[in-house]
């Protein structure tokens, strides 16, 4: 995987992400589409911080999982987002949605890559990947000046 070794992920981290992206989902509040997502965010001093999908009668008021996650970090004092996971129990391998790609890249590692792990459920491996495989030539904090 293109970045991985820029960005070392102690061993057990994956699975370790992806229990509590998995148990995140329990919690999701999906009265509407009844697909929950459970994200699981790996910060910089080591804590997993976890969000889920909140859906909203106004549709477009729903926040998914991923970024739920990303602001309860951010509103933690967290600036920085080394890994994040993604589990969707009817799904396997579902993928931040372009909103949630932009918000992650706000918070990626100074330095090296930010791994996505995709959950592929309990038949298949996890796939993992980079934020900038997700999301290229993206615009963050850096183009403003």
Known sequence: MAGHDELELSPGIVPLLLDHARS??????VP???????????VEDGRIISG????????GLTVC?????VFNAAAMGYR???????????????????ACRQVLNEFKPSRGEMIVILDGGITS??????????LPHAFGPHDLG
């Open 24 to 29: 995140a989902t329990r919690h999701a509040y």
């Open 65 to 69: 999982g991923e970024r739920v996650a």
């Open 80 to 98: 920085e987002i080394r890994a994040v996971a993604v589990s969707a129990p009817k799904s396997a391998f579902t993928s931040p949605c372009g």
């Open 52 to 59: 889920v999908n909140i859906e909203n009668a106004s549709y």
């Open 32 to 42: 509407y589409s009844s697909f929950p997502v459970g994200a699981a965010i790996l």
């Open 125 to 134: 491996e996890p796939r993992l990947m980079t934020l900038s495989g997700l």
